[in-house]
């Protein structure tokens, strides 16, 4: 996807001649630099805000922060880094590969009217707040996957992933991770649908006339294109899912253990639904305890993003685009 | 390519089809086998009777198109069940969010609702004008600082630093922003205006910066992609013209790419809307109204619904009422803000010829 | 088409903007506002509060924001908040001259109760109308050592009932709160050897559970579930069974006038200054219902700015009234303050400067 590198690079190197029609084009490059400087100024000062507040948790003294605080950092944490990820990983195994399949529904499967306006039902997902989702999560959903969860864990408790005492209430991390995923499906959906609609229609039609079924022109032709587009719409589900609150907050069971079982009643809290859970009522130390946390969510998500990019960066040599 | 021509028969150009029917008929055999052991097995479970019949009906096919058509045909058969599948499997809580909230909602969706704020209000009645102005001024100040930083940024990104540093980091730093988690947005946004101007009880301003925080990476992601998906050779064709770069993206890039980066506005617009936490610190709380977006909490809706949901009075339904008739008018905004998006991104997008 | 389109879409933009400008049922503009801030447990009673008040001074905007009793404190020490509610009064180590913005460097902050409410213990048990427990049983039951409902400690206290072979769901709270606090508080008075933790805002992690947030969300999951037993707020209990207290032989339902006892039968923490009201709640006094939630305003003895002072003055002295005490137990289902301790509040808020 290196379309751009043929271009003149007008905005970052001074120009040869001063023409006053160029004008313009510095002003503007310069205003595009300028807003990507400031985003950068922006997250800094998140930064030093999360490191300024959550400082003196991390640096303090174990017995203080067991006696004013929640007790020593690192193991109070970890199951909440633990349970953030792990919900992420579930929903977005689920999301993910419904979202491409409704993108592709959309873009080659559904006749050519009805796309736009399935593809604003989908949206309309988007549309409902995260407050409504926990209410349905936490109401209608996790009452009627008791039944579900009761049967895997009969049938298929040998797998521990449905092992242990199934939850009474049905609001275990699988649950949560229902709604998570529901809730990044419009995300991933939304932006992967654009993505689709852009391959180049004579790449499609080539694979077409080669006699691809439309499934192996969908393989050749539009996957690889899309392959970035894709990595950045997964990316954004995956920093939603990661940083939800409210929904979590409501739905989830959760408490302080480490464990891959989906259907318990005790599941690892996540970062976010802790720090919105206890902040109204921490004070003092916990209160720089709990965006200590938000710092290790910050890290979380910069490691995330690391290994996203450099599986992106490795597979990029063998992209089929272009 | 060269899986296509060894596994066609030379001298055959047409395999063999099913016949029209055969998929249909497959499709209403597997549903009937569905409904038909779940009301012997599992009580009559629709659940299960609807799992069933897809698992049935997508081996049946299966099998079927790999008797007559071939492995081909069969894969191309399969994945277009898989993908209408996850299709009808998405519309199943879209469905359901979409009942549970017109159902709920529509006790409270009344004029009352919308004329009236809860100032002086106690148990039954009472409105959320103060709310839903309140959402519409921090969410439209919000839209206003994050729409032009991020569209110029993706504009950056995709048009100017080609494979500079900065615009690596940025590309780097848009994704960790996405993953703020939306509290410490409103925790961020009022140490910030604590610095700035003191001890406060939140404003609207305030609750506009948090979303903005929240709402900048999605608005930079979503434009990117799109914009580096407009083929090079318009651009070409422009400087070929003697237009000017800047001339050229503001005329010739982003109108293309309009349509995606209106979703894309939308989408983060829809993202944040609908965000408690950050607005409860940060715009602060009241139940009167506030026009004021820089003095004075102001109400939500999102803050409205979860509070009339967390704590209600003596008699609760009248408080979940008014919460599900909030969550209701949220989606409303949502919807129309959609359409009003699609309408103009249509009207600035170019004419194509198909 | 595609005009007429837009036409619409302009128009519903338009007729959005002429209802935002104003609200059917707010007069002229206010000039004054007092904002509070704190405890979500008292939330329903200041919504009774703040109306019954801005009706009475209709110049007046009084606030208060449920962000809880942490945030309450935190704005009110640095000068955000006018007045804090708060679950718990603050700490000798918290109280001093000078440590906070919104008042004058030689005032000290004053805790005066304001709202009591009963926590009942909620359950959900298909069958079963009416169940006694005593505390070492729901110690028992919360700490993970009672599994079952035909656990032999809660037949003996219920002879008449039919117990079934089925596993307790104990529900507590996911999020830091006074309600917590104050019930573990009681079940380590009542039954220490059972609950060996101290009281906490936040659930042990030693004794693990169902967890949901808030009151609602308890409520929620216990109303929702099947075997299922939590701890609410008593107004809160909606469409589950509350469970009557056994204390010393006698059973207690959470109601307002066993609850309201608890603040006559405790004594003041020592040391504070003249007019301060912060208790130390004695739960195992006689004939009191032991689960109480007593929670605090917290206010200045001097504030820097005199139109805050008595905007304050005014407010706090309707709400701790007998007649502000009836609002809030209509309105919110809490226990009135007894006619001693209102007059006791009183005294505290006159001397406000």
Redesign the interface.
């Known amino acids: 996807?290196?379309?751009?590198?043929?271009?003149?690079?007008?905005?970052?190197s001074p120009l040869p001649t001063v023409d006053p029609?160029?004008v313009?084009?510095r002003?503007?490059?310069g205003?595009?630099?300028?807003?990507?400087?400031?985003?950068?100024v922006?997250?800094a000062?998140?930064a030093a805000?999360?490191l300024v507040?959550g400082g003196p948790a991390l640096f303090a003294d174990p017995a203080k922060l067991a006696s004013q605080g929640y007790g020593e950092f690192a193991s109070w944490v970890a199951p909440y880094a633990f349970g953030t990820v792990w919900a992420a990983v579930l929903a977005l195994a689920m999301a993910v590969?419904?979202?491409?399949?409704?993108a592709?529904?959309?873009t080659h499967?559904?006749p050519r009217r009805m796309a736009?306006p399935?593809g604003?039902?989908?949206?309309?997902?988007?549309?409902?707040?995260?407050?409504?989702?926990g209410?349905?999560g936490a109401d209608?959903l996790s009452r009627s996957v008791r039944?579900?969860y009761g049967w895997l864990n009969d049938n298929l408790g040998f797998i521990p992933l449905f092992s242990g005492q199934v939850s009474g209430t049905g609001r275990t991390i699988l649950t949560a991770a229902v709604v998570l995923a529901?809730m990044v499906?419009?995300?991933i959906?939304?932006?992967s649908r654009?993505?689709f609609?852009?391959t180049?229609r004579l790449h499609e039609e080539a694979a077409l006339a080669?006699?691809?079924?439309?499934?192996?022109m969908?393989k050749?032709a539009v996957l690889p294109f899309a392959r970035?587009?894709l990595v950045?719409?997964i990316?954004?589900g995956?920093?939603?899912a990661?940083?939800?609150?409210?929904a979590v907050t409501m739905v989830l069971s959760g408490g302080k253990n480490i464990t891959f079982q989906v259907l318990t009643s005790d599941n690892p809290n996540t970062?976010?639904a802790t720090?919105?859970q206890n902040?109204p009522e921490a004070f003092g130390l916990k209160t720089n305890q709990l965006?200590a946390a938000?710092l290790v969510?910050?890290a979380?998500?910069?490691a995330?993003?690391?290994v996203?990019?450099w599986i992106v960066s490795r597979r990029a040599e063998y992209s089929g685009a272009n | 390519?060269t899986?296509?021509s060894q596994s066609?028969a030379p001298g055959q150009l047409t395999a063999g089809r099913l016949p029209k029917v055969v998929v249909p008929a497959l499709l209403v055999g597997a549903a009937l086998l569905g409904v038909a052991v779940s009301l012997l097995v599992g009580g009559g479970?629709m659940?299960l009777a609807a799992v069933l019949a897809y698992l049935t009906f997508l081996v049946a096919v299966e099998i079927a198109a790999r008797i007559v058509e071939g492995a081909?045909?069969a894969?191309?058969r399969?994945?277009?069940n898989?993908?209408?599948?996850?299709?009808v499997?998405?519309?199943l809580?879209?469905g359901?969010?979409?009942w549970?909230?017109v159902s709920k909602g529509a006790a409270r969706f009344d004029v009352?609702f919308?004329?009236?704020?809860m100032?002086?209000?106690?148990?039954a009645g009472?409105?959320a004008?103060?709310a839903?102005?309140g959402t519409?001024l921090v969410t439209g100040m919000a839209t206003l600082i994050s729409v032009?930083?991020?569209l110029?940024?993706a504009?950056?990104?995709?048009?100017?630093?080609?494979?500079?540093r900065?615009?690596k980091?940025?590309t780097?730093?848009?994704?960790?922003?996405?993953?703020?988690?939306?509290?410490?947005?409103g925790?961020?946004a009022y140490?910030?205006m604590?610095l700035i101007i003191g001890?406060?009880?939140?404003f609207g301003f305030a609750g506009s910066i948090a979303l903005s925080?929240l709402m900048?990476?999605?608005v930079?992601?979503?434009s990117?992609?799109?914009l580096?998906?407009v083929?090079?050779e318009l651009?070409?064709a422009s400087?070929a013209l003697g237009v000017?770069?800047?001339?050229t993206?503001?005329r010739v890039v982003i109108p293309t790419a309009i349509?995606?980066i209106v979703?894309?506005v939308?989408?983060a617009v829809?993202?944040v809307?609908?965000?408690?936490?950050p607005l409860?610190?940060a715009a602060?709380?009241?139940?009167?109204?506030n026009?004021n977006l820089f003095a004075?909490?102001m109400m939500t809706?999102?803050v409205f619904?979860?509070?009339a949901?967390?704590?209600?009075?003596?008699d609760?339904q009248v408080y979940l009422d008014r919460?599900w008739a909030g969550?209701l008018t949220?989606?409303a905004i949502?919807?129309?803000l959609?359409?009003?998006g699609?309408?103009v991104a249509?009207?600035f997008a170019p004419k194509t010829g198909n | 088409m595609?005009i007429k389109?837009?036409t619409a879409?302009a128009l519903?933009?338009a007729s959005?903007l002429a209802?935002?400008?104003?609200?059917?049922?707010?007069g002229g503009a206010?000039t004054k506002?007092l904002?509070g801030?704190g405890a979500?447990s008292q939330?329903?009673a200041q919504?009774?509060w703040?109306?019954a008040f801005?009706?009475a001074n209709s110049g007046v905007?009084v606030?208060?924001?449920?962000?809880g009793s942490g945030a309450g404190r935190s704005?009110f020490i640095?000068?955000?908040?006018a007045f804090a509610g708060s679950d718990r009064p603050l700490k000798d180590e918290e109280m001093g001259a000078g440590k906070f913005?919104g008042c004058t460097a030689d005032s000290n902050a004053l805790n005066l109760p304001v709202y009591v409410s009963p926590i009942a213990v909620i359950y959900k048990l298909d069958g079963v109308d009416s169940l006694s427990l005593d505390p070492a049983t729901v110690a028992g039951i919360f700490t993970g050592k009672i599994t079952k409902w035909n656990d032999p400690a809660i037949a003996k206290l219920n002879p008449k009932a039919k117990l079934p072979d089925l596993a307790i769901t104990a529900v507590h709270r996911a999020d830091d709160s006074g309600t917590t606090n104050n019930f573990t508080d009681t079940l380590n008075q009542l039954a220490p050897t059972v609950w060996d933790q101290p009281a906490s805002d936040t659930w042990p992690a030693a004794f693990a559970g169902e967890a949901a947030n808030?009151?609602?969300g308890v409520v929620g999951a216990v109303s929702g579930g099947t075997g299922t037993i939590g701890y609410a707020d008593a107004?809160?209990a909606?469409n589950v069974g509350i469970a009557e207290l056994v204390v010393n032989g006698k059973a207690y339902k959470p109601e307002a006038a066993a609850a309201a006892a608890i603040l006559d039968a405790s004594k003041v923490i020592p040391g504070r200054a003249a007019n301060d009201l912060a208790y130390k709640l004695d739960r195992t006094s006689e004939g009191v219902y032991p689960a109480v939630l007593v929670s605090y305003a917290i206010v200045c003895q001097t504030y820097k700015d005199s139109a805050t002072a008595s905007l304050v003055k005014s407010y706090v002295g309707y709400i701790a009234s007998a007649e502000g005490q009836q609002a809030a137990a209509?309105?919110?289902?809490s226990a009135p303050l007894s006619a001693d301790l209102q007059a006791k509040v009183k005294a505290a808020v006159d001397s406000i400067k």
Not at chain 2, 114 to 117: A, D, K, L, P
Not at chain 2, 309 to 314: D, L, R
């Open positions: 996807m290196s379309t751009t590198s043929a271009l003149p690079d007008t905005g970052t029609r160029r313009g084009d002003v503007f490059g205003l595009a630099a300028g807003s990507g400087i400031m985003i950068l922006i997250l000062m998140v805000f999360l507040q590969p419904v979202a491409i399949g409704i592709l529904f959309i499967y559904a736009a399935l604003y039902l989908i949206d309309l997902l988007a549309a409902v707040p995260s407050v409504v989702f209410l349905w209608l039944g579900l529901v499906l419009p995300i959906t939304s932006l654009e993505v609609l852009q180049p080669l006699g691809a079924t439309r499934w192996e969908i050749m970035p587009g950045a719409a990316m954004l995956l920093g939603r990661l940083g939800e609150t409210m970062i976010a720090i919105a902040f965006i938000g969510l910050f979380i998500t910069l995330v993003n690391t996203a990019r | 390519m899986t296509i066609m479970n659940a081909r045909q894969a191309d399969r994945a277009t898989l993908i209408v599948g996850a299709f499997l998405a519309l809580p879209l359901s969010v979409t549970e909230a009352t919308f004329t009236y704020s100032r002086n209000v106690v148990g009472g409105g004008v103060h839903i102005v519409l032009p930083i991020g110029l940024t504009v950056y990104l995709s048009e100017y630093g080609a494979k500079n900065l615009a980091a940025i780097f730093f848009v994704d960790v922003m996405t993953g703020v988690p939306s509290i410490v947005a925790l961020f140490a910030l604590t001890p406060n009880n939140g925080v900048i990476p999605v930079v992601r979503s990117e992609e799109l580096r998906l083929p090079n651009r070409e400087y000017p770069k800047w001339l993206i503001t349509s995606g979703s894309g939308i989408l829809a993202r809307i609908g965000e408690t936490a409860l610190v602060g709380f009241t139940a009167s109204l026009n004075n909490p809706l999102p619904v979860y509070d949901y967390a704590h209600p009075g003596v609760v919460a969550a949220l989606i949502v919807m129309l959609n359409l009003i699609r309408l249509r009207r | 595609k389109l837009i879409a519903v933009t959005a209802f935002a400008g104003c609200a059917a049922n707010e206010a506002t904002t801030k979500s939330k329903a919504e009774k703040v109306a801005q009706t905007t606030n208060y924001a449920p962000d704005a640095a000068g955000a908040a913005a808030g009151t609602s107004s809160a909606k209509t309105a919110a289902g």
